[in-house]
């Protein structure tokens, strides 16, 4: 097809789909509603991810983690199979700890185990509290800093607790909470430190250190009857320099202790970015579904659309053959029409998702952003909705018998 | 007026088309011979239904399942690729139409540039460039940007054979152009018709208006799908003097508003009118058009 071909189809399609307003609008409201809600999720999650890759970027480009479960290839596992604290029974040991921490560049590990019970100060913490049990590494590993007192210390008293300086003031009325009592599960435990306010409800660690209180590791498996899982093990080397072979030994060793299992994931900082809450993925799950079924009913649509409108111009695809147009010509013509529909949806989708992005993130901590990523998702999915749904209708235009189209008398 | 050479564009032989099959086959064509020269101008009369039409879109090429031989330009259609047929259709053919000649949604201006558009090699400006100036030998450059509804029949159909024009194609096939028009824009018509056969064009039309037949160099009439006369064959022949009248049977037609007036088959005979006179008539009428042309116009816009 000619260059001045292409112009001519262009300038067509936008002729037609202008002289039929209303139409084309309902036409491409699933296209728009479909891609609106694939930007939005992804500008949203892309944005979190920024904030984490951030986070570590901060630590020093050192960081690798391990989390249980294998890693995750393909979008469609990623979205069905949370990750993670998800797991109901972790596949990371003590003694993986233990091996990584002998290997060579390893400068600190830290592994943390969730526990969910009721925590009670002067008043009880609400329902969901993480109470974190790791060892005193975790400070330096994640760079935690304090606002008063200190860090766990495997030379004290076990049944002491560091807490996050938002959950001080709801359980103990202050941030100044030092020498206070906590109790779990009939354990007391006296804080000896708050943590400064990080304002970082999303990390790679998916605790929201502000609202938890953390605990040593011994206790912590005491008071869960041994149930507490290793959720993650951070790792930072001694260099950045050094990340990459710590993370193929820890590969290594990982993969000789679970005799050859391949039921653990090592990231290393960018990769570490993904988000992998389960909150996310309910969303990501939700949308996905919302979109498809949109862009397929949108597909649907423009198919019909088109279908009404190759009837409508019969006579006119009569004269144009008469007049010399090639089949392929035709097929091009209502081709580019529909690819002009899906096309403008996808672009009024494309505004409108980040319209609504905007809108939720003045509820969130972080902005959606803006990559070429989502920019060539929508225009991707666009131009296949045009192509599949306006291929039919286009090759039926193509295929009427110039007679008959011309006996066909509007 | 240019004298029709001797060399062939069309010649058809033993030609046929069917439509339908087993019992409800049916042939509308069948069995033309036919040789068309460079620069003749050649009426197609008959009753409805003879196969006019069919005939017209054979030669067109918008109809190539056919039987029999038919060579265009002296190339056997049968050889010819789709492309090459819709090659031909966009640089050697001028189509006319009785009526929905022209794209409800395109301006009068699109219509006429749209043949360049699927030649190539022309930008939009350029199209329209040469639409307009194409335009303005109808004298319809202050119609350009109007859409075809806001045309008058005549009007439509002047912006019809400009378009059929655009492209220079050698061959004007035109199908009842006339037939949705008052005789007075019909005989507007006729005399953009007889121009271009001046200017060396080969043309083609149905008409079921006798009236017009004197505009043409050559009068066939079909009947059932065959050739029932043409005046070629007796005019062709320099020894044969014209004094038997031609008569030449025009049944009422169902698709002709001026012929639904008459019920009674009406008998038009040329038997005055031999070679030369008819030659002689139609130098008149140009003349006469060509007179007329700026007062003609003039009139239309007032329409
Ligand atoms: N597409 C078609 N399908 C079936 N029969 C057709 C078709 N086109 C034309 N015919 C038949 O062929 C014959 C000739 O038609 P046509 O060429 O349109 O006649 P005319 O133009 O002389 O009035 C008629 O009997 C008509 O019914
Ligand atoms: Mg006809």
Redesign the interface.
Known sequence: M?R??L??HL?NAR??LR?NRSRTLLTILGIAIGVASITTIMSLGDGASQVVAQQISNLGGNLAIVRPGPSRTNFLTDITVPQGQNYATSTLTDSDVAAISALPHVKEIAPISVINSTITGQHSAPAGTPIVSTTPALSSVDGLQLDVGQFLDSNISQNTAVVGSNLARIIFGTTDALGQTAYIRGYNFTIIGVLKPLNQPINYNNIDFDNAIIIGQDIGRQLSNGSAQIQQINIRSDSAANLTSVVSSINKTLSAQHFGDKDFTVLANSDISQPTSELFYAVVGVTTSIAAISLFVGGIGIMNIMLVSVAERT??IG?????????T?IVWQFLIESLALSLSGGFLGYIAGYGLAFMISTALPFYPSFNWQIAAVSFGLSVLIGTIFGLYPAVRAARKD??EA?RY?? | MTESTNTPVIVLRGLKKHFGVGDAEQYALDGVDLTINKGEFVTIMGPSGSGKTTLLNVLGLLDTSIEGDYQLEGRAVNTLSKRQLARIRSRQIGFVFQSFNLINRLTVIENVALPLTYKGGLSHIKRLKKASEMLATFHLNEREYFLPYQLSGGQTQRVAIARALVNNPSIILADEPTGNLDSRASHIIMEELSDLHQRGNTIIMVTHNPDLTTYASRVITMLDGKIASDTDSLLGQPSVEFKRPLAMVVRPSTDNQAANSQTKPVVTTLSKVDRRKLKVAVRKRQQIAKNRAPARHAEEYHQ
């Open positions: 000619s001045f071909l112009s001519s300038q002729h037609s002289s006579r006119e004269i144009r053959k008469a007049i010399g147009a090639h089949t010509d110039p007679i011309l008398y509007s």
